[in-house]
């Protein structure tokens, strides 16, 4: 897809489609510039998505009238995003145009994270930085964190805002198999966003902010309205490895990250309960600052919902820097 028939939005924003790891396929990165370019020194994050939605639909999306990415525009950060093979404005793996059950579940970790390291080194040769620091969300954890331990000289800081973390397998569970891709559609996304707020509790997602993502969330995927039910064709790389790290075996090693980290996570967030952050955050013996901040009225979507402006603080915080790292001696 030319580049040009993506809609922008925000009217600074620059897109840009890159050369990918696979031939004859290409990423999609969307840039916004900080608010004050004139801020020195200049620092770049970047956003790895989740499992069911691109860049678009979560750093890049407003709530009336302003997004996550927007306050780490105005905290002086270069704000980008990228989307992963077929999600968003990035090409469409071919196997998505075949019946599913003929193949292995696409864009896996490893896959991802070759994806992401072709994205970094794009970013940084653009804007002539040495480094950039990593926002991810839920499974997007596992592409950040292999590409965090291959190259640490490129990642400043790594926000892992509700990852996915390794449990104990339990020997009577049965493992599935999953296809290459599923339907998602707005009605499935409604249920997993609502499904963990306790019944006695206020909503934290308002049903107009849903229908307004709703709608967006379908224009990611031209042929979504062709069908019936409406949905988003979805690669299962991401389910499949999620359910694999909830068998004892995480995509990437934890220890093996050299970068600051923080964990970020809601109240009631379902997917990283608090035994799962303890073990990441004792599996992250290498990273010389750890944090781990729980913020109330939170799932496993906050960055969607009514606390989504104390998740921006918190990240915006932390990437900032101005931790110490070491006690003098």
Not at 3 to 17: G, H, Q
Not at 50 to 65: N, V
Not at 201 to 223: C, G, I, K, Q, T
Request: contains cysteine.
């Amino acid at each position: 897809m030319d580049v040009s028939l993506c809609p922008k939005l925000d009217p600074r924003e620059e897109r840009f489609r890159i050369a990918g790891p696979r031939e004859r396929m290409s990423l999609f990165l969307r840039f916004l510039p900080a608010a004050d370019t004139a801020v020195r020194p200049r620092r770049a994050v970047l956003y790895v998505h989740g499992a069911t939605f691109p860049s678009a639909l979560s750093i890049a999306h407003r709530f009336d009238g302003t997004s996550w990415r927007d306050a780490l525009n105005e905290a002086g950060f270069d704000v980008w995003g990228l989307d992963f093979y077929g999600f968003g404005h990035s090409d469409r793996y071919p196997e998505m145009a075949e019946p599913p059950a003929g193949h292995p579940p696409l864009c896996t970790a490893e896959d991802a994270s070759r994806q992401l390291e072709a994205a970094v080194r794009f970013i940084l040769g653009h804007q002539g930085f040495d480094q950039l620091s990593l926002i991810s969300h839920s499974w997007g954890a596992m592409p950040a964190g292999l590409v965090a331990a291959r190259h640490p000289r490129l990642i400043d800081r790594i926000v892992l805002f509700a990852p996915i973390t390794r449990r104990e397998p339990h020997r009577d569970e049965m493992r599935p198999a999953f296809p290459a891709w599923r339907i998602v559609t707005s009605e499935d996304q409604w249920t997993r966003f609502i499904e963990d707020v306790p019944a006695h509790e206020a909503p934290v997602l308002l049903r107009r902010h849903f229908e307004d993502w709703s709608a967006r969330y379908l224009d990611s995927d031209p042929e979504s309205r062709a069908r019936d039910p409406a949905g988003v064709k979805t690669p299962l790389g991401p389910f499949s490895e999620i359910i694999k790290a909830w068998h004892g075996q995480l995509a990437y090693d934890p220890a093996n990250i050299r970068s600051p980290v923080a964990i970020i996570r809601g109240e009631w967030d379902g997917l990283i309960r608090d035994d799962d952050a303890r073990w990441l955050f004792d599996a992250l013996t290498k990273a010389p600052v750890k944090r781990d901040i729980k913020i109330g009225r939170g799932t496993h979507l906050m960055h969607l919902e009514a606390m989504r402006k104390a998740l921006w603080r918190e990240s915006i915080a932390f990437l900032e820097g101005d931790d110490v790292t070491a006690v003098p001696t």
